[in-house]
C-alpha cells in the first residue's frame, strides 16, 4: 500500500511510560508554533485520557465527534473534527475514552496500522505547516499508527533511574516500525529530559542521556509549578505564565523540536 506524506512536518510526542510530559510538551510546542511562529498547526491527542484537548480547555466529556470517529469512519472529515482552540492557528483532535476500542474495531484491517497516516492523506491535513502527534502511555495500535503517520518523533524522558532503559526501548521500538512499515526516514529527531530536579542521580542520568544521543539531546525541563498550573487551567503556558521559567523552559523545548527537524521531501512509503 502506498502512502502520501504531505507538506506538514509530522512530530510524534511518544514514550510508552506514563507521565514523562509528552502531553505538556505537545501541547505548548504545538501552540508555541502556532502563536510565536504563526504556523498553522493541528495537534491530535490520541491518548483516552483526552489531556491534549483538555489542557487547551476543552471540555472532552461534551465532544461529540472524536479522534476515534475520525479513524474509524471515512465519512467524518479532518474538518468535522478538528477544533479551534483559544490560540489563533491551532487547532486540535481531541480523543476519549473510545478510543480504547480502536484495536477491536480495527482488527480485521489488514491495514490498521497506516490508518492514521491514510486519514491525513490530502488537502484538508496538507492545509497545515506542522501536525503534532500527543502519545499514550503504552505501545500498541495507537502507537504503531502515530509513528507510521509521523516523521519525526521526540521523546520525553523523566530524569529518574529506569527511564533510560525505557529510553532505549523506544528508540528499538521507532526502529522496528521504521522497519516494518517501510519507513527508513522516520527517527528520534530529540529526546527531551523531564521533571528535572538537580540531585546526584540526576545529573548521572542526565549524562548518560548526553552521551547516548549527544546531538539529540534537547536541554532538560525542570520540575516548575507554574507548567503543572497551567495544565490544570487548562491554559498553555504562553496563555497562564507567558513571562515565567516555566515558559522559558517550555520555550527552549520548543525551538530545539523546530530545530531538530527539517520539512521532509515528499515521499512515499
Ligand atoms: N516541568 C514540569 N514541572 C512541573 N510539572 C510538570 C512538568 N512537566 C509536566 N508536569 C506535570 O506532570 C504531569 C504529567 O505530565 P504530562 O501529562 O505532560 O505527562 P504525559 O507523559 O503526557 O502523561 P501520560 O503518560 O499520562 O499521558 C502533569 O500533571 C503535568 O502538569
Ligand atoms: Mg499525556
Known sequence: MTLRVGPAR??????????????????NTAAWLAAKREKRVLLVDLD???HAAKS???????VTTTAFDWLTRDDVSLQQVAQPTATVGLSVIPAYKQL???PQVLSQDPHRGRRLARRLEGPEADAYDYIVFDGPPSLGLVTTNILVAATEVVI????????????AEMVQTVERVASEFARPD?????VVPTLYRKTALADEILAK??????????????????????????KTIWEYAP?????????????SVERAGSAPARKTA
Not at 156 to 167: E, H, K, N, Q, W
Not at 186 to 190: D, E, G, T, Y
Not at 243 to 255: D, F, K, M, P
Request: glycine share 10%; proline share 3%.
Open 10 to 27: 509530522r512530530i510524534a510526542f511518544i514514550n510508552e511510560k506514563g507521565g514523562t510530559g509528552k502531553t505538556t510538551l505537545a501541547v
Open 186 to 190: 522516520l527517527k528520534v529527531s530529540l
Open 100 to 102: 480504547a476500542e480502536l
Open 56 to 62: 487547551l480547555g476543552i471540555d472532552v466529556r461534551t
Open 156 to 167: 520525553p524522558v523523566g530524569v529518574t533511574y529506569l527511564s533510560l532503559d525505557g529510553c
Open 209 to 234: 542521556l548526553q552521551e547516548y544521543f549527544p546531538d539529540r539531546c534537547a536541554a532538560p525541563v525542570a520540575l516548575n509549578v507554574a507548567i503543572d498550573e497551567a495544565q490544570s487551567h487548562g
Open 48 to 50: 483516552t485520557q483526552g
Open 243 to 255: 513571562w515565567s521559567r516555566g515558559a522559558t523552559l517550555l520555550q527552549a523545548v520548543a525551538e
